[in-house]
């Protein structure tokens, strides 16, 4: 089947090299659908979906988006347009894949679009600002593409061909090939942090499989996080085991490490069954660039690798952590049990280890027994996350939960 790609841009400005990507799409075999999200001008010849079409989408018009005087409130307007006929051109099955073209304004938007449709829909931008650390971790969507837009600022020329050429074959040998996310049995989401220090993944997997289900194992070292999240969103998971939290330790102290501010709500407002355990919760992660906040340059951190680089909670951190946590589970529409593992929450806490903290994981296990409140169901583990018991349990919950029909596996 041809493919069709929605192409967003500012034509009154960019006319040139979106007509490019347009005939590189269409050279390849695929076809295009042209968004304008222009405020000011007119594109050279009209495209599929006008500014005024986006405007309105918006809830106000170009006229508006003029009247009121500000490029930012301009392209805010068209930004909520532009995502919102977006998400409804690929639920009509009128496009396959989207790439978009700017420079900052157009990013912005761009990223809105692509946050707009869901995992498995290929979504390309071509920015002059890509890989930018003025492009928060919380504003990409799990499967995004981008590619520097070199000596894309002004005018077609062959270096920015380059980019533009290489975006067009992208995201449409991306819609040809792609496998969206069609489970033909239920999965489990689950996250983790790697098998040295979180080891339940590897007792779990095959258990799960026999019970009928598919596994989806997330890194929780951030964009993990928000890709589980993503899908919790939509609804595609039948049970999360949600065994790895230190995306809330790092959002709590101010890492960009984290996995945005929705972490550990999204199944919950789904319905979505949860067994929930604060692997990996004792310890916070900053980006190996990242200069560390004031109030923990006291503390000792291990540098993982170049990019990241790690210390521990303080007692009192915990118990905010797990104040935290409590809260978010509370909002929940669906059952949640949490799991206590009291001999340690990661690997690397166990007597001897490096972060072996006696104090501090009794202040998480004492404040887990008051904080979590039902309907959420509370057991307390003599053994550690690592240990096969911790396993056992998830197992007996998940089980216990089959048996009662509130979660149903694959005959």
Known sequence: ??????????????????????????????????????????????TDISKHQVAEAGGSSIQAAIDCGEENAAMQIMARGAAKLSAQL????????????GGTMGTDLALDCAQALP???????????????????????????????AGGLYGLNSVCKSSL????????GAANAVEPPMAGRPVI??????????????????????????????????????????????????VVMDFALPELSNLMVGSVVNGGQDRLTNAGAQGIPQIVSPGCADLI???????????????????????????GLSPDERRALVRDIAARLATARGPVHVLMPTEGVEEWDRE?????????????????????????????????????????????????????GTVKAHV
């Open 1 to 46: 089947m041809t493919k069709t790609i929605l192409v967003i841009g500012t034509y009154d400005t960019k006319d040139e090299e979106l007509h490019y990507v347009c005939d590189r799409i269409k050279a390849q075999g695929g076809e295009v659908l042209a968004m304008d999200v222009s405020v000011l001008g007119d594109p050279s010849a009209p």
């Open 90 to 101: 690929y639920a009509d099955g009128k496009i396959d894949g989207m790439i978009a073209l």
């Open 119 to 149: 995992m498995g829909v290929p979504k390309y931008v071509v920015s002059t600002v890509s890989f930018s650390p003025l492009i928060p971790a919380d504003r990409l969507s799990p499967d995004i593409q981008m590619i520097l837009w």
């Open 165 to 172: 050429s290489q975006a067009a074959g992208a995201v449409l």
């Open 189 to 238: 989401g689950m996250m983790s942090l790697g098998s040295s220090c979180l080891k339940y993944m590897k007792r779990l997997r095959d258990p799960l499989q026999e019970r009928g289900f598919e596994v989806a194992v997330f890194h929780a070292t951030g964009m993990g996080g928000m890709a589980f999240e993503a899908l919790a969103r939509q609804g595609y998971f039948a």
């Open 285 to 311: 992660d900053f980006a190996g660039w990242q200069d560390i906040p004031e109030a923990y340059a006291d503390r000792p951190f291990h540098t993982h690798n170049r990019l990241i680089k790690s210390s």
């Open 352 to 404: 001897g280890g490096p972060a072996h903290d006696p104090e501090g994981l009794a202040a998480m296990v004492d404040e887990m027994g008051k904080a979590i409140k039902a309907p959420a169901e509370l057991t307390m583990l003599d053994c550690h996350i690592n240990d096969q018991a911790f396993s056992d349990a998830a197992l007996a919950v998940l089980d216990g939960w089959i048996a009662g």
